[in-house]
């Protein structure tokens, strides 16, 4: 640095990314900042981030409704095309109870409380699912399952009854998989100093959930639900069948199948894989030899 530089201005203008003891600090910081929200500021945030990853739901739902090209290709376009949910939520600064599992790194360190951790959680979680179920409402006024001949609403009919059809432990692993990686995308946009440094941090780790078939219960509160609604539909259950290519049983598809056969394990498993396989291993690696150290250190730090 030059003599006179302005050390303020310096790190402005660092193009730098963020070291993993960096990032580390400022999801502490962040969780503490999340802890402090009033309930109502994190209920609507987390409404938001809902009806967002709704959004990208709904549009790799269309985008693949009658893609001939390989499963493997056909299933990475549904991921990157996914990733514009994520990508709203996180410029945004909405609030995804997956993604929030790494503020355990926070209540770990000490900054939070057991009640704001869990505060936290149990309205972002709810926040979700009405953000979610709103956008099912407003996709199926929409009518946008006609496209296409009904292969748009077809598709959605074949994923939902793909996910409740899975068994507990394969919904769990699935899970656990799922947000280890949406944790670590979040990890990657902590790591980044612009916009656009975010937006590719966050494609590649959740297109790869996508496109490898792991669960998430957010994305499912929208992909679930949405099959509920349009299995009443004939001509919407004529053309998955013939997508298919054989008769279809419908059964698990219903709302205790959504809860019972999906929601309930996939959201264990990431809250499993977000707080152990994430936030408490790069907790543990980096933040745990620092829990001690003074306030003026803390601050030392943050000016390098």
């Known amino acids: 640095m030059a003599k006179n530089e302005d050390p303020k201005l310096s790190g402005l203008l660092a193009a730098d990314a963020y070291s993993p003891t960096q ?13 402090r929200l009033s309930p109502s500021q994190t209920f609507m945030l987390s409404i938001l981030a809902g009806a967002f990853l709704g959004l990208g739901a709904q549009f790799s739902t269309l985008v693949i409704s009658d893609s001939t ?44 409380t057991t009640r704001e951790l869990l505060n936290n959680w149990v309205i972002s979680y709810a926040g979700n699912f009405l953000g979610s179920f709103t956008m099912v409402c407003w996709m199926y006024t929409s009518h946008q399952w006609e496209f296409f001949d009904h292969m748009v609403g077809a598709k959605a ?11 507990f432990i394969a919904a769990f692993a699935r899970g656990v998989l799922c947000n280890a990686l949406i944790c670590l995308a979040v990890w990657l ?20 959930f996508v496109a490898s ?9 929208y992909f679930i639900p949405i099959g509920i609604v349009l299995r009443k539909n004939e001509a919407i259950v004529a053309a998955s069948e013939k ?3 054989k008769p279809l049983d419908l059964s698990l598809l219903s709302w205790k199948g959504f809860f019972i056969h999906n929601l309930i394990p996939v959201t264990l498993g990431n809250i499993v ?23 003026s250190v803390k ?3 943050w000016r390098e």
């Open 23 to 35: 990032i580390a600090f400022r999801i502490g910081q962040v969780a503490l900042v999340k802890a």
């Open 69 to 112: 090209l390989h499963l493997g290709l056909t299933s990475l376009i549904e991921g990157v095309v996914y990733s514009l949910g994520f990508i709203l939520a996180v410029i945004g600064g909405a609030e995804v109870f997956t993604g929030n599992c790494l503020i355990v790194m926070g209540y770990l360190s000490k900054r939070i």
């Open 157 to 167: 009919v074949l994923i939902a009854h793909k996910k409740v059809n899975l068994s």
């Open 189 to 208: 946009c902590f790591s980044g100093r612009s916009v656009a440094d975010k937006i590719v941090s966050i494609l590649f780790p959740i297109g790869g």
């Open 213 to 221: 078939g792991f669960e998430q219960c957010v994305s499912n509160m």
């Open 243 to 245: 997508m298919a290519g």
């Open 273 to 295: 894989g977000g707080v152990i396989l994430v936030g408490i291993i790069f907790w543990f690696v980096y933040l745990r030899p620092h829990v001690n150290l003074s306030l």
């Open 299 to 301: 601050r030392d730090f």
